[in-house]
């Protein structure tokens, strides 16, 4: 049973910075790519980056590239997301999701997912 457990979300002002984790206790994390995931009240579920299993390649929607970075510590079974200048529009709930196949961008394509943390940028 694989359970990720999201955590570092908070309030901070525009400009500012957070960075979010997620622990997964299930045994396929060092063979999944893992991703971050983001929903805003009345939106749709975003893509927001997701890392190869290896740590190498890292994919950024195009609203976050420069200003977050996606990271991955294997040997604690935890991947990071760093994000720098926030805008108001980063608020959203943030989730971590596990593929075991490929690197997919879409949330459909993930195999497991966290509960969620929440994130508010105020402007």
């Known amino acids: 049973q694989v359970q990720l457990v999201e955590s570092g979300g908070g309030s901070v002002q525009a400009g500012g910075s957070l960075t979010l984790s997620c622990a997964d206790s299930?045994?396929?994390?060092?063979?999944?790519?893992m991703a971050w995931f983001r929903q805003a009240p009345g939106k749709e579920r975003e893509f927001v980056a997701a890392?190869?299993?290896?740590?190498?390649?890292?994919y950024y929607a195009d609203s976050v590239k420069g200003r977050f970075t996606i990271s991955r510590d294997n040997a604690r079974n935890t991947v990071y997301l760093l994000m720098n200048s926030l805008k108001a529009e980063d608020t959203a709930i943030y989730y971590c999701?596990?593929?075991?196949?490929?690197?997919?961008?879409?949330?459909?394509?993930?195999?497991?997912w966290g509960q969620g943390t929440q994130v508010t940028v105020s402007s």
């Open positions: 999701a596990e593929a075991l196949m490929g690197i997919p961008a879409t949330w459909s394509e993930y195999n497991y």
């Open positions: 299930g045994r396929t994390f060092r063979i999944a790519a």
């Open positions: 890392i190869s299993r290896s740590g190498g390649p890292a």
